[in-house]
């Protein structure tokens, strides 16, 4: 007989092959490919943000209840982890303590979650099993998700990433997106005031194609803090690391809008002309709120 969580996932995995499987007609999504769009039921287009949380413990578990609490006053649309998946090398089969279990209530809303891979994610097989994980909603290494007024542009950004494939994949793919919202999706942070810092690297190699191509706000982990940035060239830098891992201080530095060190995630509202983004930390205490306005730099 199956033990409990060993049931849980079964159905759970089972729920979300179905869900995740193309549409009649529908291409499905190899490495650099895209996932299958699923409409918002309305106007407003819901998103949870999380990174580095894949520690099981007690920090992660209380993340996870604060955004089952959201879920229930504002359904949300989807779950996007910022990698960092599983602590400390990846491994599946610490899933029910670092999945499973933290985030039961949204799964079994089948509220999606889409993943990208942190430095931790690629110490076991360079992350494909997490890859091929359903519950991950990964289709590839790197890979695009249109909902509603929003694009998400899921990217590897780890040391051995296949960059020489994925620019130009990229490229094209920002340059191809009629999306109102592009949203640049990496674990690795580009602007920091966390212990990585800024990134000279990541800078060089993605920030001109991203101004180039209209994109408004990136998404990143591995600083283990939240963090978002004043617009940068019309990009909001949020850090959402947050989510279990061992947290570690941050003092605002001069692109910091708000930057505070509390086991946390962001809630996202977007509709086709503005974004809200708000924070909340592990008590259910708002820790952030911005409003940023599409085609302007500011946010209030």
Request: net charge positive; hydrophobic share 40%; charged share 15%.
């Amino acid at each position: 007989m199956l033990a409990t969580g060993a049931l849980l996932a079964c159905g759970l995995v089972a729920a979300a092959a179905t869900a995740l499987a193309p549409r009649a007609g529908a291409g499905t999504a190899a490495v650099g490919g895209a996932l299958p769009t699923r409409a918002s039921s309305n106007a407003t287009l819901r998103v949870l943000a999380v990174a580095d949380a894949g520690g099981g413990n007690a920090p992660q578990r209380a993340v996870g209840d604060q955004m089952a609490a959201v879920h229930r006053q504002r359904p949300v649309d989807l779950v996007i982890m910022g990698g960092d998946n599983i602590y400390d090398n990846g491994n599946l089969d610490r899933i029910e303590a670092t999945f499973l279990r933290p985030y039961r209530e949204l799964l079994q809303a089948k509220v999606p979650f889409h993943a990208v891979l942190g430095n931790h994610d690629i110490r076991t097989e360079n992350g494909d099993p997490q890859v091929r994980y359903p519950l991950f909603g990964m289709k590839g290494r790197w890979y695009t998700l249109r909902r509603g007024p929003v694009e998400f542009f899921m990217l590897d950004t780890n040391v051995n990433a296949a960059w020489q494939h994925q620019l130009p994949w990229l490229k094209q793919a920002l340059a191809s997106s009629t999306a109102p919202w592009k949203v640049v999706v990496g674990h690795h942070p580009i602007y920091s005031s966390g212990l990585y810092g800024d990134d000279p690297v990541a800078k060089a190699r993605l920030v001109p194609w991203m101004q180039r191509h209209g994109v408004q706000l990136y998404i990143n982990g591995h600083d283990h803090n939240y963090e978002r940035s004043k617009p940068i060239d019309g990009i909001t830098y949020l850090t959402v690391g947050g989510g279990g891992a061992s947290l570690r201080p941050v003092l605002p530095g001069p692109n910091s809008s708000r930057a505070v060190s509390a086991y946390s995630f962001a809630e996202l509202s977007f509709t086709p002309s503005d974004l809200t983004i708000e924070a909340w930390n592990s008590q259910g205490q708002r820790i952030d709120q911005a409003r940023l306005a599409r085609g302007t730099s500011s946010s209030r």
